[in-house]
Each structure stands twice: as structure tokens, then as C-alpha cells.
């Protein structure tokens, strides 16, 4: 590392570090010792942000592994399994989503049958960025062998996630957002007729959500699994569709992210382009609320947005071609009391005003380091200094004060969750990096 980071600074980023080096298990970055001992794939996509400034040689490793999870139709599952770990140790393992049966499946490993927001571009074109002249060239030949594989995943989000044909992609399961129990997600879930069963095992080590949640969680993937995980019955039949701004907008960044990468390999970025225009597009016209100001989900079964506001509202900062009022709306949004400006510690992952916030409540309230730095980055493309620089120091002052935890107390800033968390680290690294070396931010 390179001098100009102060010496509390500098702490911080060893501290960061050793997180990063302690979960790495030799092939990937689990997300935490203890609570998540396999690799999640939005996880893997802000580790690699940061290992891009640590450890270039692992994050290339950290991308192959997830990607050897890849399905034939281009989906990246949002769990790889550790093959060495016993299946049952962790719920839901690979007995819930008997992946293995499907011929699209890889056999090598086992994984889920569902997504997460796809960062996976944007992480490797970051990664190329942080890339110092001496390794410009290997960076080159590890993009190109990634390349054809984020193309798969685009063209299945593209061709089997694009259910209403506008541009943009649905999920099929609250997990599939990255923010599992969010309470924009309790109107569609509520309305789950499930036969009277109960799905998920009592015994858990992770007792949020709560069990009814749980079985809700349980029973649309049993559901998923009994349709092969075809994309028709995604779209026709199952009783869970719902377009995301947060999957949405980091969906647009990273197809973004995918045409710069065609243009550093000499490849056609046209179609990448076109792509992008379209969700752009999109977004605005099916999830921008000028009423509340904030993007909005779409539950593709009733047609109507989703009525609680969460912090993946303000997740198409990262659309860097937002309309000025539309941005300037969002941020007068976020700064207001309902956000940032009630938290002391933001933002907060739900409106502070609504009745379902829960200050201490996984993704009911509480702030989490990945979507501050979502925001941040998004932030900051549009020259937002006012909100770059509040997130930039919040985040930081979460993590001296309360450690690399896995999410915050939004007013006193309490860490609470699982301790030695892998994206919390990373993206501090990111975050100090960022101010360290202007290029590669
Ligand atoms: C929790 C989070 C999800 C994350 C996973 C692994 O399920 O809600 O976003 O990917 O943990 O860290």
C-alpha cells in the first residue's frame, strides 16, 4: 500500500485486511466465519471491490469460483456451495434446491436456483481500473476470459427475467433482492395462499426473519423447484414477480459496465449500449413515483407499485444518465427526515416513518454498509457531493465505531448482526482507496 492514507486511516485498512484475509478460504470469501460458510454472489461482487485494492491475484479467484457455479442458461445462482462442508450444516443447502437434477446445472458443484443483484461487471471492470500499468496486461487476458461469461448472464437476465418484455428483469423470491426481508416485499408475501404446512426447519442460526417468513421463503422456492426453475412458469405462473429498482439499477450499471468491457477487448459494445437505453428507460416509466419522489418496486401480479419506500429506491443514482430534477428529487428525499436526515447514523434500509420500520430489524431499518456505498458510488458519478461525502463519512464512522459488523443500529450506530463481515471490510478498503488514488475511483 501507498503512503497519504493518515494513520487512523491506515489502521483501519489493516484492520479491513486481515477481515478479508481471515474468510478467505483459498478459492472464494465466505461472508462472514460463522453465519454464511458458502459464497453468495452480490458478497463476491463487493469483495472483489475491494480486494481490487488488496489482493488483485485472489479477487480474479474470488470471480472464477462463483462463476464455475454458472448454469448452461447463464444464471450465476446466488449461493455456490463449499463442496467440503457438510450439506446439512447450513439451511437452505443444497437439499432445499436439488439443483444437482437439473440438466442446466453444473455438476461440479452444487448451487442455488436463484439470483442476486448482477454487480459482477461493474466488479471486474473496477478491478481492471485498479490495475497498475505493470499488470495492465494480465488484467486484459483475465477480462477476456471473464467476458463471455457476463455476457451469459446478461442474456439470461435479457431472456428469462425480462417477464413483461420492458427492459427491465423481475425476481421471483425476496432473497433474490439482496434484501431478503425488506417490507416492501411483506404486500406480495402476505398474499401467499400456502397450503397448511410448515416449510422451514425450527432450528436456525440466523433467527431473523421470524419462522412465518420463513416458510413463505421456503415454499416459494419449493414451488421454483418443483417448475425446473423454467423461466415460463416464472412468468405465467408463479405467484412472486416483482421488478426492483435496487436489482434494476445495479442490472444498468453493470450492463454499462459491460460495454466498456467490450470496448477495452475490442469487442461490439453496441448491443450492451442498446441494452442499457432500455432499462434506462424503463426504469423511469414503470418504477419512478413522482408522487413520493422515490423509485418504487412493481409487483408484476397486480401491476401496481409496492407501497413501502426502502433505501433500494434510491439505488438508480447509479443511472448515470438520471435526469436532473429526478436526481435532485431523490437526494431532497434522501436527506430529508425519513432517510438520512433522522439517522445519525444513515440511511436506513426503510423509511423511518413507516409503521413496518424496525430499527433493529435486518432490512427493516437498519443501515447497511453495501447500500451506503451503492448510493455513494452513484453519488458521486453525478457530482452529489453533498450526499457522496455525508455517506463517505457516515460509513466510515460506522466502522470505527462499531466494527466490520454486518449491519447498524441507523441512530446510535450499534453493531449488531454477524461480526468480521467480508463486504464491510471490502468496502472500506474500497471506500479509503478511493480518496487514495483519484484514477482508479
Ligand atoms: C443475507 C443478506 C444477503 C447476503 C447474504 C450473505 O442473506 O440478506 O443480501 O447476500 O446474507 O451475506
Not at 100 to 108: G, S
Not at 110 to 127: C, K
Not at 319 to 346: Q, T, V
Request: hydrophobic share 40%; aromatic share 10%; net charge negative.
Amino acid at each position: 500500500m501507498t503512503a497519504r492514507l493518515t494513520g487512523d486511516e491506515t489502521a483501519l485498512w489493516d484492520a479491513a485486511a486481515r477481515v478479508l484475509d481471515a474468510n478467505w478460504t483459498g478459492t472464494a470469501t465466505v461472508p462472514s466465519p460463522g453465519l454464511y460458510p458458502h459464497q453468495w454472489s452480490w458478497d463476491s461482487a463487493f469483495v472483489t471491490m475491494g480486494l481490487a485494492r488488496h489482493r488483485r491475484d485472489r479477487a480474479e479467484r474470488e470471480l472464477i469460483s462463483l462463476f464455475r457455479g454458472q448454469w448452461a442458461d447463464g444464471l450465476v445462482p446466488h449461493i455456490v456451495f463449499n463442496t467440503t462442508l457438510a450439506r446439512h450444516g447450513y439451511f437452505p443447502g443444497p437439499d432445499l434446491w436439488r439443483t444437482d437434477r437439473h440438466p442446466a446445472a453444473p455438476h461440479a458443484v452444487h448451487t442455488s436456483g436463484l439470483t442476486q443483484p448482477p454487480l459482477q461487471a461493474l466488479a471486474a471492470l473496477r478491478l481492471h481500473e485498479c490495475a497498475s500499468p505493470s499488470e495492465a496486461e494480465r488484467s486484459r487476458n483475465f477480462l477476456a476470459r471473464l467476458y463471455p461469461k457476463l455476457v451469459a448472464q446478461h442474456r439470461y437476465l435479457a431472456q428469462c427475467r425480462d417477464m413483461d418484455s420492458s427492459g427491465l428483469v423481475a425476481i421471483c423470491h425476496p432473497w433474490e433482492s439482496g434484501l431478503d426481508n425488506s417490507p416492501a416485499w411483506d404486500r406480495p408475501l402476505g398474499a401467499l395462499e400456502l397450503p397448511p404446512a410448515v416449510y422451514a426447519p425450527q432450528h436456525r442460526s440466523n433467527s431473523l426473519p421470524t419462522g412465518e417468513d420463513y416458510d413463505r421463503y421456503v415454499w416459494l422456492v419449493t414451488l421454483l423447484r418443483e417448475a425446473d426453475y423454467r423461466a415460463d412458469y416464472m412468468r405465467d405462473a408463479h405467484p412472486f414477480a416483482v421488478e426492483d429498482p435496487l436489482v434494476n439499477a445495479t442490472y444498468l450499471a453493470s450492463t454499462h459496465a459491460l460495454a466498456e468491457l467490450a470496448e477495452i477487448l475490442g469487442r461490439d459494445p453496441v448491443p450492451h449500449r442498446e441494452r442499457a437505453q432500455l432499462i434506462h428507460k424503463a426504469l423511469l416509466d414503470r418504477l419512478w413515483d413522482y408522487e413520493t419522489g422515490c423509485f418504487r418496486a412493481r409487483d408484476l401480479r397486480d401491476d401496481r407499485l409496492l407501497p413501502v419506500l426502502s433505501v433500494a429506491g434510491f439505488a438508480p443514482f447509479l443511472d448515470p444518465e438520471l435526469p436532473a430534477p429526478i436526481l435532485h428529487s431523490l437526494a431532497d428525499l434522501l436527506l430529508s427526515a425519513r432517510f438520512a436526515g433522522a439517522a445519525g447514523y444513515p440511511v436506513p434500509s426503510c423509511d423511518i416513518q413507516a409503521t413496518a420500520f424496525d430499527r433493529a430489524g435486518y432490512w427493516r431499518g437498519p443501515t447497511w454498509i453495501n447500500t451506503n456505498w451503492l448510493l455513494w458510488h452513484g453519488a458521486r458519478g453525478h457530482g452529489l457531493s453533498v450526499v457522496a461525502d455525508l455517506l463517505y463519512g457516515s460509513t466510515l464512522r460506522l466502522v470505527r465505531q462499531s466494527g466490520f459488523r454486518e449491519y447498524f443500529d441507523p441512530f446510535d450506530g450499534t453493531g449488531r448482526g454477524s461480526h468480521d463481515y467480508s463486504w464491510t471490510a471490502a468496502l472500506v478498503l474500497d471506500l479509503l482507496g478511493a480518496r487514495r488514488a483519484p484514477r482508479a475511483a
